[in-house]
């Protein structure tokens, strides 16, 4: 999930935002993972086992906004545009559709300061500054850690089914 900040919002509502965001995930029994965008938001990646096509991990995705959006309006939307995200959060699912893309961990983007995407722990996350924390100029720092914060995460794939029961999604392909 890519959280995308809208106007307005706060640093530390971002950092917020993000542990929720795996509060919520943690109660779907949904291991997660998280980096920094490298450009103004957080990352929440969850490794599923490939049970189903990319149509329904988008779904099943949207679903996980929704139901966000709809119990944190305050916080967050689940419509892209900067209109409707001013002062609130856009977790953005469309990037789980086929085709589409987004900033792999250690990833230097083309935006002023030249950020880097870069895997942390949770417990990280209250101390970095921003998505773009680690710039061409500084992640000489933190190359040494590598993705030791993401050792486990192929271990942690894991299967949707319960969470979307949970959700009451109904994957439209069996």
Do not use: C
Not at 66 to 74: G, N
């Amino acid at each position: 999930f890519d959280l995308d900040p809208g106007e307005g919002v706060k640093w530390s509502t971002m950092q917020e935002a993000t542990m929720l965001v795996r509060v919520m995930l943690d109660e779907l029994e949904l291991a997660s993972f998280v980096k920094t965008s490298g450009g103004k938001g957080m990352h929440v990646v969850v490794p599923l086992k490939k049970l189903y096509d990319w149509d329904t991990v988008k779904d099943f995705s949207q679903a996980i906004v929704q139901h966000l959006a709809r119990t944190l309006p305050q916080l967050f939307v689940a419509k892209s545009g900067p209109r409707n995200r001013v002062g609130k959060i856009f977790v953005d699912y469309l990037r789980n559709g086929f085709g589409a893309t987004t900033a792999s961990a250690w990833t230097l983007r083309s935006r002023p300061g030249l950020g880097v995407s870069v895997p942390i722990a949770w417990d990280e996350v209250v101390r970095v500054d921003s998505g773009a924390h680690w710039k061409l100029a500084n992640i000489h720092s933190r190359l040494d850690q590598g993705n030791t914060p993401w050792e486990k995460f192929a271990a942690s794939a894991g299967s949707p089914r319960q969470a979307m029961e949970a959700l009451g999604f109904v994957p439209q392909k069996p």
